[in-house]
Structures are given as structure tokens and as C-alpha cells.
């Protein structure tokens, strides 16, 4: 049996990292965009063996347990102890890891829903494992609900799936731009003394963005947040004020990685394009995704 899951990457606005011993109970307040690349999960389900056996790879690579902890959590909870067989989880990222675009989510998410797929289970079920898995390995804490929610969203109350509350902003006409230029630990970043700043500006941010609740807002607020954070500085946040000239809304810092998002008009898209390719910078533009992740047999 070959099952499929997608889910779209996730890229966050500003947000506020919230605490909580228990799992379910930790995630983040803030604001981001859903794209339409993200993350495919194959599993592959072979039975017959005379062991359990389950198997991780990322981009056709295969990965040791101590390399996705994360993927290997989901996995030990949804393939049941007396399975004997092969399990085989085939993970393809569309943006590089560590960039920002909740690779760690996609993974952990689309992993527990081919595994719920094949097993039994439900969506809010496989969400809550994979936000579990997220939290106790510190990957992140409000992709996956983000992930669940689509399309722009704004996290109101913190937590995971089924805890946590999420909304949505309308939007009409808006690809997004992306320029993803290199790694940022979101540990370490959680861990800096960068935290506070990130506190106070995250809830100012979405306290206001609550008052005027538009994409255009969101994107004026996020470039603030990024800058008052002291997060955007520098050779990046002089690329900002480049692509700035070509948009009618600010651009900002994907959050948390080396890059930048912008939300762009369909007639901003070329003068973008011939910036960036003057440039020698990698780039993409994707549709928002508006969908649930989707998870089905696969049959080639």
C-alpha cells in the first residue's frame, strides 16, 4: 500500500512563542501564509515480515533516527507495536530545510496522516501528534495548526490543534513572492536573548492587526516586527527596501529563516523577477493554498 500526503509550507508574519509543559497547550500567537509547494509524504506499507521495521528518508535520502527525531516520534505512535512489516516514509521538501517554510511541520504532518491513512485515525488526531512531535523536539510551535487552517491566517489563542484558535483573512488577487537565502535555527533564535523583543512586538503586531484585519496590514506589521526584533538588518533588510520599490505592500523576513516573503500583484510580478534575476538571487512565486492538507492512496 502506497499512501500520499501534502502539506503546504507555511511561511509566519510575527508571532509570539508561548510555553507550556504540556504539548497541546504550547504553540504561538502571530500571523502567515500557507503556499501551494510544501511538503509530499510517501508511505509505503509492506506487511509479511517477522519484525516491525520503519524507515525515514528526506529527498529520496535516507535519514538515521537521531536525524528525524521529529518524523520518527509520529511514526512510533502511529504504527501499531504488534505491526510486523515494512514502513517505508518518503519525505520531498519544495524549499530547502531550515529556511522558514515549516519543513519540520510538513514532514511530522504529512507523515501522521499517511500513517492514519493506512492505520485509522482522523485529521485532528494526526494534527495533534505531529504539534506534539513539533513541540517535544522543539521544530516549531504553530506551523501545524497554521498548516491545518490555510490560507492567510492569524493564530488568536495559542495551542495546538483542537486548542488553539485560528482565523482567517479574506484576500483577493495576491501570489506570493519568495526569497529564500539560507538557514536560521529556530532554537537557537528561541533560546537568544532576542526573545523579549519578540514578545512584545509579536503582541502589538497582532494586537493591531485584530483592529484591521487585511493581508495589507499584516504585511506593514510583519516588516515592523521584523525590524524592531532587530531579526532584519543589514544585506537583507537592504534587499527589502529594493524589492520595496517594485511593490504596493511591504516585503518582509520569513520567519524563522534567511529570507524574505512579499505578497505581490499579478502586474508587480515582473519587475520583481527582472530585479532578483539582475541580482543572481533564487526565487519563487506560488499561489496561497486555501485547502486542509489532503492525504489519499496513491496509485503513480
Same mark, same amino acid.
Given at each position: 500500500?502506497?499512501?500520499?500526503?501534502?502539506?503546504?509550507?507555511?511561511?509566519?508574519?510575527?508571532?509570539?512563542?508561548?510555553?507550556?509543559?504540556?504539548?497541546? *497547550?504550547?504553540?504561538?500567537?502571530?500571523?502567515?501564509?500557507?503556499? #501551494?509547494?510544501?511538503?509530499?509524504?510517501?508511505? #509505503?506499507?509492506?506487511?509479511?515480515?517477522?519484525?516491525?521495521?520503519? %524507515?525515514?528518508?528526506?529527498?529520496?535520502? &535516507?535519514?538515521?533516527?537521531? /536525524?528525524?527525531?521529529?518524523?520518527?516520534?509520529?511514526?512510533? *505512535?502511529?504504527?501499531?507495536?504488534?505491526?510486523?512489516?515494512?514502513?517505508?516514509?518518503?519525505?520531498?521538501?519544495?524549499? &530547502?530545510?531550515?529556511?522558514?517554510?515549516?519543513?519540520?511541520?510538513?514532514?511530522?504532518?504529512?507523515?501522521?496522516?499517511?500513517? #492514519?491513512?493506512?492505520?485509522?485515525?482522523?485529521?485532528?488526531?494526526?494534527?495533534?501528534?505531529? %504539534?506534539?512531535? /513539533?513541540?517535544?523536539?522543539?521544530?516549531?510551535?504553530?506551523?501545524?495548526?497554521?498548516?491545518?487552517?490555510?490560507?492567510?491566517?492569524?493564530?488568536?489563542?495559542?495551542?495546538?490543534?483542537?486548542?488553539?484558535?485560528?482565523?482567517? +483573512?479574506?484576500? /483577493?488577487?495576491?501570489?506570493?513572492?519568495?526569497?529564500?537565502?539560507?538557514?536560521? #535555527?529556530?532554537?537557537?533564535?528561541?533560546?537568544?536573548?532576542?526573545?523579549?523583543?519578540?514578545?512584545? /512586538?509579536?503582541?502589538?503586531? !497582532?494586537?493591531?492587526?485584530? *483592529?484591521?484585519?487585511?493581508?495589507?496590514? @499584516?504585511?506593514?506589521?510583519?516588516?515592523?516586527?521584523?525590524?524592531?526584533?532587530?531579526?532584519?538588518?543589514?544585506?537583507?533588510?537592504?534587499?527589502?527596501?529594493? !524589492?520595496?520599490?517594485? +511593490?504596493?505592500?511591504?516585503?518582509? @523576513?520569513? @520567519? !524563522?529563516?534567511?529570507?524574505?516573503?512579499? =505578497?505581490?500583484?499579478?502586474?508587480?510580478?515582473?519587475?520583481?523577477?527582472?530585479?532578483?534575476?539582475?541580482?543572481? =538571487? &533564487?526565487?519563487?512565486?506560488?499561489?496561497?493554498?486555501?485547502?486542509?492538507?489532503?492525504?489519499?492512496?496513491? @496509485?503513480?
Amino acid at each position: 500500500m502506497l499512501i500520499r500526503a501534502f502539506v503546504p509550507a507555511h511561511i509566519t508574519a510575527f508571532f509570539v512563542p508561548v510555553f507550556h509543559y504540556e504539548p497541546l *497547550k504550547a504553540g504561538s500567537l502571530g500571523a502567515g501564509v500557507n503556499l #501551494s509547494k510544501g511538503t509530499n509524504v510517501f508511505a #509505503s506499507i509492506e506487511t509479511g515480515a517477522l519484525e516491525r521495521h520503519i %524507515h525515514v528518508a528526506f529527498n529520496g535520502e &535516507p535519514v538515521r533516527k537521531n /536525524e528525524a527525531k521529529i518524523t520518527y516520534h509520529v511514526a512510533e *505512535k502511529l504504527v501499531p507495536e504488534d505491526f510486523l512489516g515494512e514502513v517505508e516514509i518518503w519525505q520531498y521538501f519544495d524549499f &530547502p530545510n531550515g529556511y522558514g517554510f515549516g519543513n519540520s511541520a510538513g514532514g511530522a504532518f504529512g507523515t501522521a496522516l499517511t500513517l #492514519s491513512y493506512a492505520f485509522g485515525g482522523t485529521l485532528l488526531r494526526a494534527a495533534h501528534i505531529a %504539534h506534539e512531535a /513539533e513541540v517535544i523536539h522543539r521544530g516549531g510551535l504553530g506551523d501545524v495548526i497554521a498548516q491545518l487552517a490555510g490560507g492567510i491566517e492569524v493564530r488568536v489563542k495559542a495551542g495546538g490543534p483542537g486548542v488553539g484558535v485560528v482565523d482567517n +483573512l479574506f484576500f /483577493e488577487g495576491y501570489k506570493v513572492l519568495v526569497v529564500p537565502l539560507g538557514r536560521l #535555527s529556530t532554537r537557537e533564535v528561541l533560546d537568544g536573548d532576542v526573545v523579549k523583543a519578540i514578545e512584545r /512586538e509579536g503582541k502589538v503586531a !497582532l494586537e493591531t492587526l485584530l *483592529k484591521d484585519p487585511r493581508p495589507e496590514r @499584516m504585511m506593514v506589521l510583519a516588516r515592523a516586527f521584523a525590524e524592531r526584533t532587530g531579526l532584519l538588518g543589514g544585506e537583507l533588510l537592504e534587499l527589502a527596501r529594493q !524589492l520595496d520599490k517594485n +511593490l504596493s505592500n511591504p516585503s518582509s @523576513m520569513i @520567519m !524563522l529563516g534567511r529570507g524574505l516573503f512579499a =505578497l505581490a500583484r499579478e502586474k508587480e510580478i515582473e519587475s520583481v523577477r527582472n530585479l532578483l534575476d539582475e541580482l543572481e =538571487l &533564487p526565487y519563487d512565486v506560488v499561489e496561497i493554498y486555501t485547502d486542509r492538507p489532503k492525504v489519499g492512496r496513491w @496509485m503513480g
